[in-house]
């Protein structure tokens, strides 16, 4: 049931809407989502904040974060589930949610692909697919996705006779029969055996491409997002942290969590002694990042980011650092370090094993490439709309 938050609607900010473009070439176009449910002391928690994101038709961009991030509640708003609190959602350029209207799922022309499937278990494969199409006859464009998606030979099982493979490309392929200009996946793969979620994530962007349909895909998994998308948006606590193409992410991330959570780096504290910077590892020698472009004001708070390969790891009985956890990746090994309040990730080559309860002692590497940001602060109040 389609959920109405008209009443808790703050006064339409003419700042931040503006009249929709019927031009646009935007698949999909936010424009200042904020986005709240009841919390559970009577007062309310903001899942999005200031959300503005654009999809370019004939993209595949990933919504990457942590779970409870806002991922699934965006596409949940884009699809017609639930209306915003504020903000405007355009489709190829159609106001389709706003301060005055919201479009019902079935008018938005978005197809959508669940975690669970969310197939009709009386129906056959070929039924599914039908079963969105406005002329039940045209039997071409069925026949054509189950086709393209290897499922030819499998139209008159139903889906409990399916593996779960089989169930997902059967999704997409309910999901892409009505030619929708966008299809959204709600972590598609996240139920599939590791060998399965390869294949189907690595075939998605042709499938999207030869159907002419933009994506965003949900996910947790960065290395699912990298792989496959042509830029990835990043959230955290509802906001929207950098919006870019993999490389970029990789080698500028805008703040110190994307380079936490998509590169699996440290995030340290750090402190000014004279003109030197200094970290629990020792002094650093700080490559600005996009965040600082000043290092020189040394009143202000910085964290730096540093690679597991950048930290040298060797068992000493009165080190600092005692080994939590350890992970065996094929070639090297990847500890989890505790030193004082930090926890820190480690990769060692394979020949330097490290039992769990170990001290150890940590420092970084001498030709170690550090990325400095301003150190991370709660959101000013002023900032939250009323």
């Not at 007062?43 to 999005?48: Q, V």
């Not at 197939?119 to 079963?131: E, I, Q, R, S």
């Not at 779960?164 to 139920?191: I, K, T, W």
């Not at 380079?259 to 340290?268: A, E, S, W």
Request: with cysteine.
């Amino acid at each position: 049931m389609l959920q109405s938050h008209q009443s808790e609607r703050p006064s339409p900010d003419p700042t931040v809407l503006h009249a929709p473009n019927p031009a646009s070439l935007h698949a999909i176009e936010l424009q200042g989502l904020w986005q709240r449910f009841p919390g559970s002391s009577g007062g309310s928690e903001w899942t999005l904040q200031g959300i503005d994101l654009r999809l370019e038709r004939g993209e595949l961009v990933g919504l990457l974060g942590p779970s409870g991030c806002g991922k699934t509640t965006l596409l949940r708003l884009i699809a017609g589930f639930e209306w915003p609190q504020r903000g405007v959602i355009r489709l190829a350029g159609r106001e389709v949610s706003g301060p005055n209207c919201c479009l019902a799922p079935e008018r938005r022309g978005v197809g959508m692909v669940f975690q669970d499937y969310a197939l009709f278990p009386h129906l056959t494969a070929w039924g599914n697919v039908c079963f969105g199409l406005r002329q039940r006859q045209n039997k071409g464009r069925a026949a054509w996705l189950l086709n393209l998606l290897g499922l030819s030979e499998l139209a008159e099982r139903y889906p409990h006779e399916l593996s779960g493979g089989q169930r997902q490309r059967l999704a997409l392929a309910r999901a892409l029969a009505p030619e929708p200009a966008v299809v959204l996946l709600d972590e598609p793969f996240s139920n599939l055996d590791v060998e399965v979620r390869l294949r189907l994530r690595s075939e998605l962007p042709t499938v999207l491409a030869q159907c002419g349909t933009s994506g965003l895909i949900v996910t947790h998994d960065p290395e699912e997002a990298l792989a496959i998308c042509d830029r990835v948006a990043v959230l955290h606590d509802g906001r929207l942290h950098q919006c870019a193409s993999p490389q970029q992410l990789v080698n500028q991330p805008a703040t110190s969590f994307v380079g936490r959570f998509v590169l699996q780096g440290n995030v340290l504290p750090a402190w000014w002694q004279g003109s030197d910077l200094h970290t629990l590892l020792g002094p650093v020698q700080p490559l600005s990042g996009p965040s600082l472009p000043l290092l020189s004001v040394q009143e202000a708070a910085v964290e730096v980011l540093v690679s597991p390969d950048d930290i040298e790891l060797e068992a000493d009985d009165s080190g600092a650092g005692k080994v939590m956890g350890r992970e065996f990746l094929g070639r090297s090994w990847l500890y989890q370090v505790e030193q004082g309040d930090v926890r820190l990730r480690v990769r060692r080559p394979m020949d330097m094993p490290l039992q769990i309860g170990q001290h150890c002692a940590l420092r970084l590497r001498p030709a170690a490439v550090v990325k400095t940001f301003q150190a991370t602060s709660s959101p000013q109040p002023s900032l939250v709309p009323s």
